[in-house]
């Protein structure tokens, strides 16, 4: 949202002082001239002197004020202009050549700049044979990174995050604390975690540690990286249906035997002493037939609980893992001859299941209805049940007959280990097989139930391959624990961030509607790690906001409001520093009365920081310094909260040489940089 500041830029000011002059001047050699006019009354020539005489100063100022504007101020904007492009990206366009009075400077500019391009071009060719094998491993480890199924991150002696991979990144989906620079016990603050970390030998022996996180367990392998300055590096394992089991169904199991033992004991001596019985022995021989049908019953409930306990132990299993319907089909159709794709129809679903045991057996089925059916076509279908997901084959025919499907049962599978059979594989899942006809008389099927996965949805799209993933860098920063004040710029951890609201009027019930975020770290745009949140305003969103950000009422529909988004912001702001363009604007909104989370930490603010750096310049907004330093919004992300946030961040890129070109090189100083153009009215904000 927009919001223009009162007061005149210093240019427009000096502008309107020269008019006033001149039309002072003016006005008194006017009143002048009328006044000598009447009192002397010149004729001819001497009249024509005396009212020329009486306006040339008015004139003369203004004339002089005009071709100063034009041949030197108007020249000297420009350049200051293109020489700030120039420091904050020597590649920028050269939209501003010497004019003017300066037109001479043409020529030494563009030797400036030549000698410039052509020595960073020499210091690029130099470094490229010394940067070649860098860059191969690099990739390799990129690489390497994306197709690592192991949650892996590296952390340095600061336990900052160094690097971490996709696998990591699924591992903590919307998890706010992962990310390159941030903490790691905010991410894993296990109090087990951290005191393994401080005991790790440095040979790089591996100690492991069960770790919490959120409702599951974590077992992590821990490695002192030899050589290093304190790098660690942490591998993951979701243990969560190992550890389930072991505490829930095997213990339960565990807790049973005895019980059994006990009732084939007690049986036992029973049967013995009931057998050796004299004749007569009545009452002792009903105490003994009631002691045995007891146990019995006792021993038959024990059996019941253990067949139970065996089913929850195969759904519990670590290799019945949730499979999404169509995946399994596309895999069992890469398996099969072109003449025989199987067709998936209706809608997909979750099951739960071993893949790589159902690839087999779903193909020795399919097998097996080939040798019966003959050449048919067959569809696959996934119908929901109750806790249940049935798996269908269908075809055009008769069911198969039970015989048949038993003869398929006894098969073995030469593909997996060990060539169970495939009631093993159906035991396995707690499944069975089945053949009915279906209701139109003219197709039957063939039906597997499996048991449902807690999933809803089809699975998220591959990530693609993205930068920022490491940066060894951050190793070389200061601790995170330093004194913020006397951090280096280029240090510190930026969260840019930005709102859109329903209006302008924030004192006036205008709230927020959408929240965008990106970091900088070490000194590094990472345009992967966002935050892009919409917010229930609890209230319609007017058509003139709409038209500027193009956020409507639908939008926002079924969005947390401002009390749920707001810590799910400071969550992901960390322990950074804020930067916003007109930050005022943004904080307000987002620390509206009653919000109860406070945005404490230090913010940077890019529109005071170009008012301090540029005072003569006109056009401080977002749009005029995104055309001076060379910046582009991506279609449609102008006026969103991501789209201006991430050019906010591009913008304190650019900003950084020209700061430190003045020695403002720490957090204090650009703080009191900005502070200095707080009384300067001279901007407008965007």
């Avoid at 919307?174 to 975690?193: F, I, N, T, W």
């Amino acid at each position: 949202m927009s919001r223009r500041l009162s007061g005149l830029p210093r240019r427009q000011r000096l502008i309107g002082l020269w008019l006033l002059l001149s039309g002072i001047s003016i006005f008194g050699g006017a009143t002048f001239a009328l006044w000598l006019d009447t009192l002397f009354q010149p004729r001819g020539i001497a009249r024509l002197v005396l009212w020329a005489g009486c306006f040339s100063g008015g004139g003369t100022i203004f004339l002089v004020g005009l071709l100063l504007e034009r041949q030197l101020f108007t020249p000297l904007r420009h350049l200051q202009v293109q020489l700030a492009r120039l420091v904050a990206n020597p590649d920028a366009r050269d939209d501003y050549p010497p004019e003017g009075w300066l037109r001479a400077l043409g020529p030494d500019l563009v030797r400036v700049r030549e000698a410039w391009r052509s020595d960073r071009s020499r210091l690029a060719t130099a470094h490229t044979e010394g940067a070649r094998s860098a860059a191969r491993i690099r990739q390799e480890l990129e690489t390497l990174l994306q197709v690592l199924d192991t949650p892996l991150l590296l952390c340095d002696h600061h336990r900052r995050i160094l690097l971490f991979n996709q696998a990591a990144e699924t591992l903590f989906e919307d998890h706010a604390s992962l990310g390159l620079g941030k903490r790691l016990e905010a991410l894993l603050p296990a109090v087990s975690l951290q005191h393994a970390l401080g005991q790790l030998p440095a040979n790089g022996a591996p100690r492991e540690v069960l770790v919490p996180s959120g409702e599951r367990w974590l077992l992590a392998t821990l490695r002192r990286v030899p050589g290093s300055h304190g790098e660690t590096m942490l591998t993951l394992i979701d243990t969560t249906a190992a550890w389930t089991s072991e505490m829930g169904a095997r213990a339960e199991l565990l807790d049973g035997l005895p019980r059994l033992r006990r009732h084939g004991a007690s049986l036992t001596s029973a049967a013995d002493a009931l057998s050796a019985l004299p004749e007569g022995a009545g009452e002792m021989r009903r105490r003994l037939e009631r002691v045995i049908a007891e146990e019995s019953q006792a021993l038959g409930e024990d059996i019941d609980g253990l067949s139970s306990l065996v089913e929850r132990m195969q759904q519990e299993g670590e290799r019945l893992i949730p499979l999404w319907s169509n995946d399994l089909w596309a895999s069992l159709n890469e398996r099969l001859p072109t003449t025989r794709q199987l067709t998936a129809v209706g809608m997909p679903a979750w099951l739960k299941g071993d893949a790589s045991a159902l690839l087999a057996l779903l193909g020795s089925l399919l097998d097996t209805l080939a040798s019966t059916l003959g050449d048919v076509s067959l569809e696959g279908e996934v119908r929901l049940g109750n806790r249940r997901v049935y798996l269908d084959l269908i075809w055009k025919g008769k069911p198969l007959a039970e015989s048949r499907l038993g003869e398929w049962q006894q098969q073995r599978l030469e593909a997996l280990p060990f060539t169970p059979r495939v009631a093993d594989v159906l035991h396995q899942h707690d499944s069975d097989v089945w053949s009915l006809a279906d209701d139109d008389g003219q197709h039957a099927r063939l039906r597997l139930p499996f048991h449902a996965a807690g999933r809803v949805g089809a699975p998220r799209p591959t990530l693609p391959p993205r930068p920022e993933f490491h940066d060894f860098g951050i190793a070389d920063l200061p601790a995170p624990d330093a004194e913020l004040a006397a951090r280096p710029l280029r240090a510190l951890e930026v969260v840019a961030f930005d709102t859109e609201t329903t209006g302008l009027e924030l004192r006036r019930g205008d709230t927020v509607i959408s929240i965008g975020a990106c970091r900088v770290v070490n000194a590094r745009l990472l345009a992967s790690e966002t935050f892009d949140l919409y917010v229930d305003p609890g209230k319609p969103i007017p058509p003139a906001s709409t038209a500027i950000h193009g956020i409507t009422d639908d939008a926002v529909t079924g969005a947390p409001p401002l009390s749920v988004a707001l810590p799910r912001f400071r969550d992901y702001v960390g322990d950074a520093v804020l930067l916003a363009h007109n930050a005022a604007f943004d904080l307000l909104a987002l620390q509206s009365p009653g919000a109860g989370i406070a945005l404490d930490m230090p913010i940077l603010d890019t529109l005071l920081i170009s008012r301090a750096l540029d005072a003569s310049l006109d056009g401080h907004d977002l749009d005029s310094l995104a055309e001076r330093y060379d910046l582009s919004f991506p279609p449609g992300t102008r006026h969103t909260a991501l789209g201006d946030a991430r050019v906010t961040a591009e913008l304190w890129l650019s900003l950084l040489p020209r700061l430190e070109a003045r020695g403002i090189d720490t957090l204090e100083k650009a703080l009191a940089l900005q502070h200095s153009a707080l009384s300067k009215e001279d901007a407008c904000a965007s």
